[in-house]
């Protein structure tokens, strides 16, 4: 009989799907002996569980002995991307009643973000993201609010990897840059992307407290309506939402 859990669960199962977060942590990819300093688990536990899970697909072994998380993941994400957007929608809509601009919603993924849902706004000239567009991380708003909940090791790590292109002279173009901004994006719980992947548009931006993935809410528009007076509209607004998405996406009891 499987061993259960002090929750009443099944023990081997989280353990499982532990490993795969601490994986994705830490980038994707991750050597045996730092699992084992990173798990409070027995190594042997440890090689049982990626021994059952490499066949499957969920983990794949690279030629320098490391685990990676596995292509069987990919369809797995994908869904419960489309599912977290879809559930988010009617959020999204209600900040652009309030705010009357275009909102979005976006996950980290890997080294960029993805757009996983849109509210247009009814406006003659309005901003407009395709669901499933990917986008750098340093240049966006929804990016910018992601990292600021991350450890700045891992910040690091993803804008070296990625790379800091500037579509326009506004762009933060060096990792100093980046960490001074999102210092201030901390302290003051919003990000603002400032012309900085378009001219002529400003976004406001805000990670969604304690949700399964780093995930951000925006609203964005032109920057002659999208101004200082917009933005003391908009935070407390954003901040109800995010409040709100974070109360949807908290796991219920079974």
């Given at each position: 009989m499987a061993e259960r859990a002090a929750t009443g669960g099944v023990q081997s199962v989280e353990r499982v799907f532990e490993l795969l977060e601490v994986i994705t942590a830490a980038g994707g990819e991750m050597s045996l002996s730092e699992l084992s300093a990173t798990v409070n688990l027995p190594l042997p536990t440890i090689h049982r569980l990626l021994r059952t899970l490499v066949p499957s697909g969920y983990v794949r072994q690279l030629p320098n002995r490391s685990y990676a998380l596995g292509p069987r993941l990919i369809p797995l994400g994908e869904g419960a991307s489309r599912q977290l957007g879809s559930a988010a929608r009617g959020r999204l809509e209600q900040l652009v009643r309030e705010l009357g601009e275009s909102a979005n919603m976006a996950v980290l993924d890997g080294q960029q973000v993805v757009y996983i849902a849109q509210a247009q706004s009814n406006r003659s000239m309005r901003m407009f993201t395709e669901v499933g567009r990917r986008a750098d991380t340093h240049d966006t708003g929804v990016g910018k609010a992601i990292l600021a909940t991350l450890p700045d090791e891992?910040?690091?790590?993803?804008?070296?990897?990625?790379?800091?292109?500037?579509?326009?002279?506004?762009?933060?173009?060096?990792?100093?840059?980046?960490?001074?901004?999102?210092?201030?994006?901390?302290?003051?719980?919003?990000?603002?992307?400032?012309?900085?992947?378009?001219?002529?548009?400003?976004?406001?931006?805000?990670?969604?407290?304690?949700?399964?993935?780093?995930?951000?809410?925006?609203?964005?528009?032109?920057?002659?309506?999208?101004?200082?007076?917009?933005?003391?509209?908009?935070?407390?607004?954003?901040?109800?939402?995010?409040?709100?998405?974070?109360?949807?996406?908290?796991?219920?009891?079974?």
């Open positions: 891992r910040v690091r790590e993803i804008v070296l990897s990625a790379g800091m292109p500037t579509p326009t002279e506004k762009t933060l173009g060096t990792p100093e840059a980046l960490f001074a901004d999102l210092e201030r994006i901390r302290e003051r719980g919003y990000a603002v992307d400032d012309e900085e992947q378009e001219l002529g548009v400003r976004c406001y931006a805000m990670a969604v407290p304690g949700a399964p993935t780093p995930t951000a809410i925006s609203v964005s528009g032109p920057i002659s309506r999208v101004d200082e007076d917009f933005a003391a509209r908009a935070v407390p607004v954003l901040h109800r939402i995010a409040e709100e998405i974070a109360a949807d996406l908290a796991p219920a009891g079974v």
